[in-house]
């Protein structure tokens, strides 16, 4: 009886090591220790390239220790040798791409939200049919396109130009589709049958209802084809054979070739330089909208 | 509902719903007009492709029936090859990243002050893949004075691999650069983490659950319809890698390393270097017959096992 009562009462004071608040504490350190080492991994390579793009010409990249961080040599002037390099200029691809950029994601959001709108908020016969086609296509491997999309694009008249590379944008896309018809399923239905009411069409709804309600998902659609054409590089491998019309990713391509077989020095400084043009818009752009993308894709995420 | 119940089963849709479907059709127009065109017609000629010999630069093509598969089998040499590559490097990219992307999830979805900065940083190299990044990886990866080496050599390897020049290390160099991003599927399972009711794990605290314990219990079954997905697109995506073959090993100045040689490239080569579209076509659908086989394999396998809460709820 005696020792029970005694086992129940807690310690006066418990060893420091079991402490609530000690071991909180000493979690906290491991996590952040954790935290912080795989960040520094994360972003050393990075570092490591803005360090090789700011030597200057003649210096050498590969230094004995590594240099992960840009102390000594400052040569910003590097940026602007790349992009106005003499034999291969790289403004006009960062203007290419820019421009693709823009109707892409133009003909992304207009299309993909007009057909959600039906899937998520209209009856139609098929619907279930047709919603599942859409799933299906989500499945199929992209690659598998590239020569039946080619011999299409070649009969059409459109290799060399850029239409194979915005056009099938504004037919709007599988993955786009169910992202954006999973977030507009969550508004409440009194919303359109209020709308309807105060007499407007569908159009309407689709317009001044629920797409002023989009804003979240059509951030995310709008980073990610910006990403998707920034970084693609098969479509214009595939589609362009004028340098002048080159993108960015095919111009790093063509520009590190041009400039390791024309020079003998090493140019591997500006070879980083015009990677770091083409990584820092995409950067900065992440940073802008860091907040609605992440919690975005959360939200949309995988529900479903 | 007495006006319901009166309708006819089938046909009669009445003059409202018979508007609303007709606008949803107009809403749905892009999508079927491009499903269509982009879809369905380059696949059925790509189907027609696959059976002919059809060159660039002579374009009528001519039906060969199934030569082009037994070439395949037969005669090229670097199909099985490539697909080997391919194979290859999917079990070195794949389990580590499922593994290593669960890991950092469970690490970003601690509740502690500045986690969003984390959340932030470790999505990076998700944002910035492509060219650019490959050209650094190249730079980092260089043999003698490369940085990867000179760490390796500070912790004490006396012979660092040779990374891209070596026909063992170069598959495993690629994966390690694709490992670089594995913060973008941390991401998802994070979302897929944050979906998992907070009461499970009280509960299961207070019937004296382990940290151990809750993880295999409750996280890893929740979880599993997310890492089930990560699967499926892993290897879907692994199947089609061709930016880091192409500037790596496909086409550099010292001819096409075969030690990279991806399926995928292997098909850009035929196709676009050589100009046999039929051909390349033929190995595409090869490509999407074993992409099948696996995915179902997959599935049948491991359906037992994923957990799907929302069964039976509401289903629009």
Redesign the interface.
């Given at each position: 009886m005696a020792t029970a009562v005694r086992e129940r009462r807690r310690p006066a004071s418990p060893p420091l090591w079991k402490r609530k608040s000690v071991r909180e504490a000493v979690h906290a350190v491991i996590m952040y220790a954790l935290l912080l080492g795989i960040g520094t991994i994360i972003l050393m390579p990075l570092s490591w390239m803005l360090t090789a793009a700011l030597r200057g010409p003649g210096e050498v990249v590969y230094t004995v220790p590594v240099s992960w961080f840009p102390t000594k040599s400052f040569h910003f002037e590097n940026f602007w040798t790349v992009l106005t390099y003499k034999g291969y200029p790289l403004w006009r691809p960062l203007a290419n791409t820019l421009y693709l950029v823009v109707l892409n994601v133009l003909g992304v959001l207009i299309s993909n939200t007009l057909v959600a709108y039906a899937f998520a908020r209209l009856r139609f016969p098929g619907k279930e049919f047709l919603f599942r086609i859409v799933i299906l296509t989500m499945l199929m491997p992209g690659i598998v396109l590239m020569v039946p999309s080619f011999l299409l694009f070649n009969a059409l008249g459109w290799y060399g130009t850029y239409l194979p590379l915005w056009v099938p944008s504004f037919f709007a896309n599988a993955w786009s589709i169910f992202i954006t018809r999973q977030y507009m399923r969550s508004f409440p239905r009194d919303l359109d049958d209020a709308a309807r009411i105060d007499g407007c069409g569908y159009f309407g709804i689709y317009r001044r209802i629920i797409l002023p309600l989009c804003k979240p998902v059509m951030t995310v659609l709008a980073v990610f084809t910006f990403q998707g054409v920034w970084n693609d590089f098969t479509g214009p491998l595939i589609y362009l054979k004028d340098a002048e019309k080159f993108t960015l990713a095919i111009a790093l391509d063509y520009f590190r070739r041009s400039a390791f077989s024309t020079v003998s020095v090493n140019t591997t400084n500006l070879v980083m330089a015009a990677s770091l043009i083409s990584v820092i818009p995409m950067l900065v752009l992440y940073f802008a909208v860091q907040r609605q993308l992440i919690g975005g894709i959360a939200s949309v995420g995988l529900k479903g | 509902m007495a006006v319901a119940a009166h309708r006819p089963a089938r046909r009669g849709?009445t003059a409202q719903?018979r508007r609303?479907?007709l606008?949803?059709?107009l809403?749905?127009s892009?999508?079927l007009?491009?499903?269509i065109?982009?879809?369905v017609?380059?696949?059925a000629?790509?189907l027609y492709?696959a059976f002919c010999d059809?060159v660039l630069i002579k374009p009528p093509p001519r039906w060969i029936g199934l030569e082009n598969f037994r070439y395949m089998f037969s005669q090229d040499r670097y199909f099985l090859w490539s697909l080997g590559v391919t194979l290859r490097y999917m079990l070195m990219s794949l389990v580590p990243s499922l593994v290593l992307g669960l890991l950092?999830a469970l690490?970003?979805n601690?509740r502690?002050p500045g986690m969003?900065l984390?959340?932030?940083?470790?999505?990076?190299?998700a944002?910035?893949?492509?060219?650019?990044?490959t050209?650094?990886?190249m730079?980092?990866l260089?043999p003698?004075?490369?940085?990867i080496n000179?760490?390796l050599r500070?912790l004490g390897v006396q012979n660092p691999p040779n990374w891209l020049n070596s026909s063992t290390w170069a598959l495993p160099a690629v994966a390690l650069m694709s490992l670089?991003g594995v913060?973008g599927g941390a991401?998802?399972y994070?979302?897929?983490l944050?979906?998992i009711p907070e009461q499970l794990y009280e509960a299961a605290e207070i019937d004296g659950a382990s940290r151990w314990q809750r993880f295999w219990r409750i996280t890893l079954p929740l979880l599993s319809?997310?890492i089930f997905?990560m699967l499926?697109t892993g290897l879907?995506g692994s199947?089609?890698v061709?930016?880091p073959a192409?500037?790596m090993g496909g086409a550099s100045?010292w001819g096409t390393s075969r030690h990279l040689r991806f399926y995928?490239l292997h098909?850009?080569l035929k196709?676009?270097q050589e100009g046999k579209?039929g051909y390349?076509?033929a190995l595409?659908?090869v490509?999407?017959i074993i992409?099948a086989i696996l995915?179902t394999i997959i599935y049948t396998t491991t359906e037992q096992y994923v957990y799907y809460e929302e069964q039976g709820k509401e289903r629009?």
């Open positions: - | 849709l719903e609303e479907a606008a949803a059709y809403f749905l892009p999508w007009i491009g499903f065109a982009f879809l017609v380059p696949i000629m790509s492709a059809w950092l690490l970003l601690q502690l969003n984390f959340r932030t940083v470790f999505y990076v190299p944002v910035v893949s492509g060219v650019a990044v050209l650094l990886w730079n980092l260089n003698e004075l490369g940085a000179q760490v500070a670089w913060g991401i998802l994070l979302a897929g944050q979906n319809p997310t997905f499926i879907i199947f089609q061709f930016t192409y500037i100045r995928v098909l850009y196709g676009f579209l390349a076509s595409a659908w490509l999407v992409s995915v629009s």
